[in-house]
């Protein structure tokens, strides 16, 4: 699915606030009631987009399917959080909901990510929110989004039936420098439906290494084609790689270990093809035996219990070589455009685990 994000108007703040106590579900109980549908609410999303703080999210055919609030300025109860650094510059993200009838597909991550790239482009260290405690499903989800749970506080709810309310407070913190990520695709290329191609049309920090032939590789080709992306380039860089391309950032590597480390800041290497086993496609030339020294940078190596390029075993053996965290995510295929990833939110954590290592930034401690 494709959706678009804006900063909302003042005549967007009906429909946002109308999405939101949509989005109030029983689940929740009365907690949930208070939340979004307490009467403060509808000021508190005027407000929001008066100062240009309120975001819209559409789909392809411009409905409204999301909305988020990022803010410059603390709720007093956020005083009294124990946060990493409390006077480092921070944005605060208030009123995230999704429609109902897309819950689960990967919207409200993709909406996280947006609101932390709008956060780190105002210069804030960190973002930070609150969540109802009572709702566990939230809590995980930031969990897994890579926020750091920084306790509870009670907050005065204005309900007699709920005076005071416990939110779990969480902080992310985003990354101090800007490091360009290269894209690097495998055999084919990367449709317009994989996630790579997603990354490189909807962060800012992307940008795909073009290799002359897609259908018939040779691996002498690709890997000073890698290099001449960056060398074209300055200071540290990521690297995300997909199948025969994580092959490809290996050889460079190993021929270029030097650079490799003192260029790369980290690497995401994703379902990396196992050209060492037979019946590899005998169109990419070059690329067997697979190097199986340690990489001089950060890495991360994603498999898919049914990949048919690579066993999941195998996969472990490359990240054991390389010197890889492994990262199992169960059977997704070839981790590839028919996987149904989408702008894949998970790898993204993963990718910006990397670049806030890189930063001397760590939102889990």
Partial sequence: ?????????????????????????NDAGPLGRISWNHPRVA?????????????????????????????????????????????APARYLHRLAVSPALHGGGLGAWCLKHAERIAARAGARYLR??????????LRFYARMGYADRGVVWVESGESAQPRIPL?????????????????????GSGPR???????????DCLRVEQRDWQNPRCTEWV?????????????LALVAHSLGCVAVAHWAAQHATTARDRIAGALLVAPSDVDRPGFPAVASGFSPAPIAPLPFPTILVASADDPFISLARAEQFADAWGSRFVAIGAKGH??????????PDGQVLLDTLL??????????
């Fill in 1 to 25: 699915m494709a959706w678009s994000v804006r900063c909302a108007t003042e005549q967007d703040a009906v429909a946002c606030l109308a999405l939101l106590r949509s989005a109030s579900t």
């Fill in 43 to 87: 000021g508190l999303v005027a407000s929001d987009a008066a100062a240009g703080h309120l975001y819209t999210v559409t789909d392809a055919a411009g409905a409204l399917v999301a909305t988020f609030a990022v803010c410059d300025t603390p709720d007093g109860y956020f005083a009294d959080v124990a946060w990493a650094e409390p006077d």
């Fill in 129 to 138: 929110l609150d969540a109802l405690q009572k709702v566990e499903r939230v």
């Fill in 168 to 188: 779990s407070c969480f902080e992310r913190a985003l990354p101090e420098v800007r490091i360009p990520v290269l894209i690097i695709p495998g055999l084919h």
């Fill in 194 to 204: 994989h996630w790579q191609t997603v990354w490189e049309r909807e962060r800012d």
């Fill in 224 to 236: 000073a084609t890698l290099g001449d992306a960056i060398a074209a380039t300055e200071g540290p």
């Fill in 335 to 344: 981790l590839n455009s028919d996987s149904g990833l989408g702008a894949w």
């Fill in 356 to 365: 806030l290592s890189a930063t001397g930034a760590n939102s889990s401690e």
